[in-house]
């Protein structure tokens, strides 16, 4: 049984094996170099639970969470340093850190990140997925977080470990976000909140969309998810432009096709070898955070299964804000 099923059918036994998963990581973090590990991260409901599953088997490493989540107690610090704890949850959930500077610097989420990659961070939440209670004895970490976007490679380059960033068709993205009944946690999603209002620097990449940003607050929910999609990948596109970072770019249909195949490319790109040679078939698993209704789908249906979610008209507006931002490439089918 994993810990994420005993939160739910055991809450206080779960509370207390989670305390004591954290007295274990806590006390072997000192062992842990975060170059050693791997730092994920990709747009919501993208296939990174699911990637991150499997490179987690594979290196014989820990999972560590989501750790930019306001469940996680640290996060606090970080919300009242950038002017947010008055915030709601409902801001905060969709809330990415930004980072325009080559490195984290002297900024508290340097301490915050180098504690993740860790796995130092308190409570149950970034532990919840981990698949038994031995994981935490391991000394590697395998980090995965959708709301890294921005401050991916500042994270990368404080730190010099390997990253990898997967995508996915947004079209997907949004009838996955449908499925799962995580669409409703966009609906408060304002562009202009998240993406100019911010005094951390944001404003200066993303206000030459400003125009733009405005008519897309005024769209429906499906086209804003597109635009804060978009815009981020975009930031993330920027961050990367020079090429010369160890960072993999993963493409989740790519990955449903060529699964073992693509994976040794990732490791050969980061100069990674998996230790558990034999568990690829972690690959054929589902991840712990696929819909009721995606369990078992075939490779063409988690791909081409959008068509019978989406409306036209939505789909439309999905693919007018990709081709806008020059993500028509993502448009697989």
């Given at each position: ?7 739910l ?46 490179l ?28 947010l ?54 000394t ?8 890294s ?5 500042a ?8 990253a ?28 202009r ?34 635009a ?14 020079d ?44 991840s712990?955070?696929?819909?009721e209704?995606?369990r078992?789908?075939s ?7 959008w ?27």
């Amino acid at each position: 049984m994993t810990l994420a099923k005993k939160f739910l059918e055991t809450p206080d036994g779960a509370m207390r094996e989670a305390e004591a998963s954290y007295q274990i990581d806590h006390q072997l973090a000192p062992q842990i170099n975060p170059r050693d590990g791997l730092f994920m991260c990709g747009f919501w409901r993208s296939g990174t639970t699911w990637l991150q599953q499997a490179l987690t088997t594979l290196l014989e490493a820990k999972l560590v969470f989501e750790p930019i989540f306001p469940a996680v107690p640290e996060m606090k610090a970080i919300y009242a340093y950038e002017g947010l704890a008055h915030r709601k949850k409902e801001y905060l959930r969709l809330y990415m850190p930004f980072c325009g500077a080559a490195t984290l610097g002297e900024h508290p989420l340097r301490d915050y990140y180098g504690r993740a990659l860790r796995s130092d961070l308190s409570g149950r939440w970034i532990r919840i997925y981990r698949g038994n209670e031995m994981e935490s004895f391991r000394t590697r970490v395998v980090l995965k977080c959708v709301r890294s976007q921005l401050c991916l490679r500042a994270v990368q380059n404080t730190f010099q470990l390997p990253a990898v960033h997967i995508y996915r068709d947004p079209r997907a993205v949004i009838a996955s976000a449908r499925l799962t009944n995580w669409e409703g946690m966009f609906e408060p999603l304002n562009l202009r909140r998240q993406l100019l209002k911010p005094l951390d620097g944001r404003a200066e990449f993303f206000g030459n969309w400003r125009d733009e940003i405005k008519l897309y607050d005024e769209q429906d929910r499906v086209t804003r998810i597109a635009a804060y999609w978009a815009l981020t990948e975009k930031f993330v596109e920027h961050s990367y432009a020079d090429g010369k970072a160890r960072m993999v770019l993963v493409n989740y249909e790519d990955l449903c096709r060529r699964r073992e195949k693509v994976v040794l490319e990732i490791f050969a790109q980061l100069g990674l070898r998996p230790v558990a040679a034999s568990d690829f078939q972690a690959l054929d698993n589902d991840s712990s955070s696929t819909s009721e209704r995606r369990r078992g789908a075939s490779v063409e249906e988690r791909i081409t299964g959008w068509k019978k979610v989406l409306t036209s008209a939505e789909i439309a507006a999905i693919e007018s804000v990709a081709r806008y931002f020059g993500f028509e490439d993502r448009l697989v089918s």
